[in-house]
């Protein structure tokens, strides 16, 4: 069983920069893809980026490519999503999760673990 705890949410001004991070517990960290997702109020959750467990591979939504970059450190279990030039259309609550294996799921079915959430609020 794995356990995903995030922080670092908080509140900005447009314009700003948060990073999240993810810490990990209860398994093998880099046998795992890891994944950001996001939910704003009234909206189905989205996918954020995901990245290999080797750090090797990478991926990001278009909606958030060159302002958003997700990095991992396995030698502390945690995992990143440094968010810059931030808009108020980023104002959500983020989640980050895990998927056993080497692919790079984009899908919120594919991963087998979540975490709670940290609320992230851009104002204008």
């Known amino acids: 069983q794995v356990q995903l705890v995030e922080s670092g949410g908080g509140l900005v001004q447009a314009g700003g920069s948060l990073r999240l991070s993810c810490a990990a517990s209860?398994?093998?960290?880099?046998?795992?893809?890891m994944g950001w997702f996001r939910q704003a109020p009234g909206k189905e959750r989205e996918f954020v980026a995901v990245?290999?467990?080797?750090?090797?591979?990478?991926s990001h939504a278009d909606s958030v490519k060159g302002r958003f970059t997700i990095s991992r450190d396995n030698a502390k279990n945690t995992v990143y999503l440094q968010m810059n030039s931030l808009k108020p259309e980023d104002t959500a609550v983020y989640y980050c999760?895990?998927?056993?294996?080497?692919?790079?799921?984009?899908?919120?079915?594919?991963?087998?673990?979540w975490g709670q959430g940290t609320q992230v609020t851009v104002s204008s």
């Open positions: 999760a895990a998927r056993f294996g080497f692919q790079l799921p984009r899908g919120l079915g594919e991963y087998d673990y």
């Open positions: 209860g398994g093998t960290f880099s046998r795992y893809a």
């Open positions: 990245i290999s467990g080797s750090s090797g591979s990478k």
